[in-house]
């Protein structure tokens, strides 16, 4: 994008900062660059691990893992997903299966997050290698996976292009109206 969106301002306040206070209520920890943990550290219930910021999402992953007891499920997203709050993390975990290790929402066709990760998944996570996707857990055939579709597209509106920033923070705007 050529700055750094996390810390950039969206509708008002930085990225990570309006995702942060929307996932508050879940008491969420956030693997977060220096730069985005001075953003984000102040708020009440969000639990901030930083790392170096060239970590990919398999060093990120792992922290978090980390972080977080072993024999809990987890359920873990981008910071660029402006619309996606804690109400929505709640009702998609709500429909994952118990016998489900992996699970992600579906929206039209396009996968998003958050991806819930249960302990045995998430055994798999410190095999990963750093310039390995995550995505590569679900291929294991010893886990069961699930894409649950979805129609809510705050599950997969993300702003990785500039033409997405614009338009995620035009509805931005435009929904506090």
């Not at 008491?27 to 219930?45: H, K, N, W, Y």
């Not at 095999?127 to 705050?154: F, K, N």
Request: aromatic share 6%.
């Amino acid at each position: 994008m050529g700055f750094d969106k996390l810390t950039a301002l969206f509708a008002g306040e930085p990225l990570a900062r309006r995702v942060a206070r929307g996932l508050a209520a879940l008491e969420p920890v956030f693997v977060a660059t220096p730069q985005v943990a001075d953003v984000i550290s102040d708020l009440r219930g969000v639990r901030v691990v930083v790392t170096n910021p060239t970590a990919g999402p398999s060093e990120t992953l792992a922290l978090a893992h980390a972080a977080i007891p072993r024999d809990v499920h987890v359920a873990v997203l981008a910071c660029d997903l402006p619309f996606l709050d804690a109400e929505h993390v709640c009702a998609f975990v709500a429909r994952v299966p118990d016998d489900v290790d992996l699970a992600w929402p579906v929206v039209g066709g396009t996968p998003g997050h958050p991806v819930v990760w249960s302990p045995k998944a998430r055994s798999r996570i410190t095999a990963l290698h750093a310039a390995d996707p995550p995505l590569l857990v679900r291929r294991d055939p010893a886990l069961s996976v699930a894409a649950l579709g979805e129609d809510d597209d705050a599950y997969v509106t993300d702003v990785d292009d500039p033409d997405a920033w614009a338009a995620a923070e035009a509805r931005a705007t435009s929904d506090r109206r």
